[in-house]
Antibody, heavy 121, light 110 residues
Framework: QVQLVESGGGVVQPGGSLRLSCAAS????????MHWVRQAPGKGPEWVAV????????HYIDSVKGRFTISRDNSQNTLYLQMNNLRDQDTAVYYC??????????????WGQGTLVTVSS | QSALTQPASVSGSPGQSITISCTGT?????????VSWYQQHPGKAPKLIIY???NRPSGVSNRFSASKSGNTASLTIFGLQADDEGDYYC??????????FGGGTKLTVL
């Protein structure tokens, strides 16, 4: 079955950087668009970024453009999120999510367990 | 990229039905048939229960039904069960290759 395992979260000071990873298994990773979705404590989820199955397109929520970069390594079945210039409001659980179908990217069909990023001085 | 509008809370007794609304604009809900719904239990990741406005993924109970009219989408849960209690979120594709979530609705089964 689909398994998504995030890692790389932790505590970082404002202005700092972190790189999140998501190890995927149980499906043909190279055929699916992949997402990062975050959820601040006590708040609802917020979509952050998507990357096409082949990495040819990447799209971001406005609040992270220029600071976050989504990437993938299809040979290693791994999704990444490089987060720079972190702000207090980036504090959240970050989930890796797989698109439901290989032909579209609007639905989050499977989710990881999440990794907590805390931005605090 | 404003959040879609959902009621903060709804409640119902076991066996009853409830409906959760999700209101957006012509740039998201009203402009595309790309609405989905997620169920989230405390401490867990969200789970997809409706996609493409009306479709249920394999394994999701047919007690969950959804629709859309204009800028508003709706999720109906028939025959409420205790395990339905949790938070529900709608999402929609939005102009500019983004996805926007609703603010969430807390469902209480009385």
């Amino acid at each position: 079955q689909v398994q998504l395992v995030e890692s790389g979260g932790g505590v970082v000071q404002p202005g700092g950087s972190l790189r999140l990873s998501c190890a995927a298994s149980g499906f043909s990773f190279k055929n699916y668009a992949m997402h990062w979705v975050r959820q601040a404590p006590g708040k609802g989820p917020e979509w952050v970024a998507v990357i096409w199955f082949d990495g040819s397109q990447k799209h971001y929520i406005d609040s992270v453009k220029g600071r976050f970069t989504i990437s993938r390594d299809n040979s290693q079945n791994t999704l990444y999120l490089q987060m720079n210039n972190l702000r207090d409001q980036d504090t959240a659980v970050y989930y890796c999510a797989k698109s439901l179908h290989s032909a579209d990217w609007y639905w989050f069909g499977s989710w990881g367990q999440g990794t907590l990023v805390t931005v605090s001085s | 990229q404003s959040a879609l509008t959902q009621p903060a809370s709804v409640s119902g007794s076991p066996g009853q039905s409830i409906t959760i609304s999700c209101t957006g604009t012509s740039s998201d809900v009203g402009g595309y048939d790309y609405v989905s719904w997620y169920q989230q239990h405390p401490g867990k990741a969200p789970k997809l229960i409706i996609y493409d406005v009306i479709n249920r993924p394999s394994g999701v109970s047919n007690r969950f039904s959804a629709s859309k009219s204009g800028n508003t989408a709706s999720l109906t849960i028939f025959g409420l069960q205790a395990d339905d209690e949790g938070d529900y979120y709608c999402t929609s594709y939005a102009t500019g290759n983004t996805v926007v979530f609703g603010g969430g609705t807390k469902l209480t089964v009385l």
